[in-house]
């Protein structure tokens, strides 16, 4: 019998599942978690840089390595060799039934497959080859080029095969609006901006280079649409006569109108503030604009236009910027485009890790890691100062350069990292702790939540805006950055009855579905969401045995499958019915781990299946392997997958199941110890007792 038992269970743990049934008879949990922690901690260690950070690359799907070869042939600037690779990578990726997704094991996707069809296309693809022929019926089937998205039809315009008069209107004047108006800018998310303005500008010059008759994509119009005379509006005008709606597209029509008028008295005015606005942020202290690819894509084609020649030495920072994003696989001879860099994310979330697995706060990578964290504060009053009118600037951004988009996640995590490590100057890295708390505490907005880069950056009627199609106009205060800061608030010993945690708590409790999960913004979805809101409220030492908050743990705990881990796919985003549901992956496996741990009993079943889980996926060079994408863009359009997340949450979710069964309290450095007078100092002046 035992003899049995063990050949069943040699044969599952090749096969890297393991039922509950036979965990008892085959796992040392605490063991196996210990050597897997001591596996995952050297593999993080050995791949620090130099100067102290950690940084893992951005998977993302097809569209963005489309969208770069479409755009050097806009420009002009064609290498053959890299165009080559480009194309296998795209051809890599096709699905059986001709498109492309912008997920794994996703669906067909519109865009991405028009995109994917054109670029290949570009690079030399007859419209007669197999795969050609099945990827416009999919594109035929799906609805064709007037089916597409706003950006999308951009960047089909731009090449001459989408007519600009279909595409909606950005007067360039919009950038002249003063940010109390009732709408400006900084009332755009962060994102949408860098893309707005540059866009502006295109939509004034129009800048169209002709292709080759062969390079058209008249196929690829619906019958009856491919006459420009006859191609309908691509915006359906709502049921209701009058509604948001219907009023946007009207004054999009007026526009239209009044372009064909040649007396513009603002627009001189607005293109030259437009290319100021550009010019200070592609310069010295960011990576490009906004430091995102499609920002940086913009910017370049607007400087372009206004007359910049390709030996500026802004156009060639801007190219710089823009080919740093290439990465060239040499093991899969993959040649791709990352969308951005996350260095700033990744070393604060691998410090966190490491420092739960035991490292000290003097150890010298914590140590390096802290110094470099700490030289890359953004002191700059960026973007966010005409929305928040806070005095002094700090923060972190995601990327390495970006002084005008700081954000609230990447600096609550990085202070969360920083309160685990010491540097060579405690006084100015507390100083730093408390300036960039204080920065982080003054994005609270309205409604007691927080957003990523704004505050109040919430008009919903703009969400009617025919550009607004990519889902992501806004910068809505979410639940799961909300919940993060309010764990930064109970690791530095914020008292929870200050007004400031009581609005906070309350924004979650209103968030919170009727099944007890909660949506993830930046994170593939309910599981993160649940995750960190568990997470944050045992940070402020809430009692994690109030019903409404059970509720989220078991919601987690009726989402764990067969084997033990835990999966959602991106459909949850457009399919809330599939929530909580998917193959098991090692980060979303750790994120559900660390939520149920965060309301105690480490004895539950759900918790050991979890365990061992992650033990028996662990590959033998200390890493794991995911092969889906766990975090997001922009939800419903566009997905991120972080290389860092496969390692650094199951090493976090392994050594905090590892302090919690021994009983030990929460690593923190011994610096950090004087917070706690500084905030009770804080907490007396927030209740106006200031001594």
Not at 201 to 211: I, Y
Not at 392 to 404: D, L, R, V
Not at 437 to 465: I, P
């Amino acid at each position: 019998m035992e003899e049995r038992v063990e050949k069943k269970v040699t044969a599952l743990e090749e096969r890297k599942v393991l039922p509950f049934s036979l965990i008892e008879t085959a796992r040392d949990l605490e063991g196996e978690a210990e050597r897997a922690v001591g596996k995952a901690r050297e593999f993080l260690l050995s791949l620090q840089r130099e100067d102290g950070h950690w940084v893992f690359e951005l998977l993302v799907d097809s569209t963005v390595v489309s969208d770069y070869l479409a755009f050097h042939h806009w420009w002009g600037k064609i290498d053959f060799e890299k165009q080559a690779r480009f194309v296998k990578h795209i051809l890599d990726r096709q699905l059986p039934d001709g498109g492309w997704s912008i997920y794994p094991e996703g669906p067909s996707e519109l865009n991405a497959t028009v995109k994917a069809y054109f670029a290949l296309k570009l690079g030399g693809l007859s419209s007669d080859e197999p795969e050609m022929a099945r990827a416009r019926s999919t594109i035929l089937r799906l609805g064709g080029l007037p089916a597409c998205l706003t950006y999308t039809k951009l960047g089909l315009a731009l090449l001459g095969v989408y007519p600009w008069e279909h595409l909606p209107s950005i007067p360039v004047e919009i950038i002249l609006f003063p940010p109390w108006f009732p709408f400006s800018i900084y009332d755009l998310s962060s994102w949408t901006r860098g893309m707005v303005v540059p866009l502006s500008v295109l939509h004034h010059f129009k800048p169209t280079r002709f292709l080759p008759q062969d390079k058209q994509l008249q196929e690829l119009f619906p019958y009856g649409t491919n006459d420009k005379t006859v191609l309908p509006f691509s915006f359906a005008w709502g049921k209701r006569v009058v509604s948001k709606r219907n009023i946007f597209l009207a004054v999009d029509r007026v526009l239209k109108v009044t372009e064909q008028i040649p007396w513009k008295p603002l627009r001189a005015k607005a293109l030259a503030k437009a290319e100021a606005w550009i010019l200070e942020r592609v310069g010295e202290g960011s990576d490009g604009l906004g430091a995102i690819f499609p920002a940086m894509l913009y910017a370049l084609a607007a400087l372009r236009c206004l007359g910049y020649p390709d030996e500026h030495p802004v156009v060639k920072k801007a190219w710089r910027d823009l080919e740093a994003l290439e990465v060239w696989d040499e093991k899969n001879a993959d040649f791709r485009v990352q969308p951005c860099v996350s260095p700033v994310w990744d070393t604060a979330i691998t410090m966190i890790a490491l420092s739960e697995s035991g490292l000290p706060p003097d150890h010298p990578s914590l140590r390096r890691a802290a110094e470099w964290l700490l030289s890359r504060e953004v002191r700059f009053r960026g973007d966010w100062r005409f929305k928040n009118p806070f005095p002094e600037g700090s923060g972190w951004a995601f990327e390495y350069n970006n002084i005008y988009y700081p954000d609230v996640d990447d600096t609550a995590m990085v202070l969360l990292a920083l309160l685990r490590s010491e540097s060579s100057d405690p006084q100015a890295h507390l100083k730093a702790v408390e300036r960039a708390f204080r920065w982080v505490e003054s994005f609270q907005c309205s409604d007691g939540g927080w957003a990523a880069f704004d505050k109040d950056v919430n008009k919903k009627w703009l969400e009617n805006v025919p550009f607004a199609d990519h889902n992501a106009i806004l910068d809505p205060p979410c639940c799961d950055i909300t919940a993060r800061v309010l764990e930064l608030c109970g690791r530095l010993g914020v008292k929870r009855t200050l007004p400031m945690v009581q609005r906070a708590i309350r924004f979650l409790r209103r968030h919170q579905t009727e099944d007890g999960s909660w949506y993830g913004r930046w994170g593939v979805n309910y599981i993160y969401g649940t995750w960190q809101v568990l997470r944050g409220l045992e940070a402020l030492g809430m009692d994690m045995n109030q019903p409404w908050i059970l509720r989220g743990r078991d919601w987690l705990e009726s989402c764990q499958n067969e084997d033990g881990g835990w999966g959602e796919t991106c459909a949850s985003y457009t399919q809330p019915e599939l929530k909580g549901r998917g193959p098991s992956t090692a980060s979303q496996t750790a994120w559900a781990l660390m939520g149920i741990m965060a309301c105690g009993d480490l004895e539950r079943p759900s918790v050991e299946r979890g365990i061992a889980y992650l033990c028996s996926l662990q590959n033998d060079d200390g890493s794991w392997t995911e092969d889906f994408i766990t975090g997001t863009g922009f939800p419903g359009v566009f997905y991120l997958k972080y290389d860092s997340y496969r390692n650094v949450w199951p090493l976090l979710a392994l050594s905090e199941y590892l302090r919690r069964k021994r009983g030990q309290k929460q690593i923190a450095a011994s610096w950090a110890r004087s917070l706690l007078t500084l905030a009770e100092w804080r907490s007396k002046r927030q209740e106006g007792s200031t001594p």
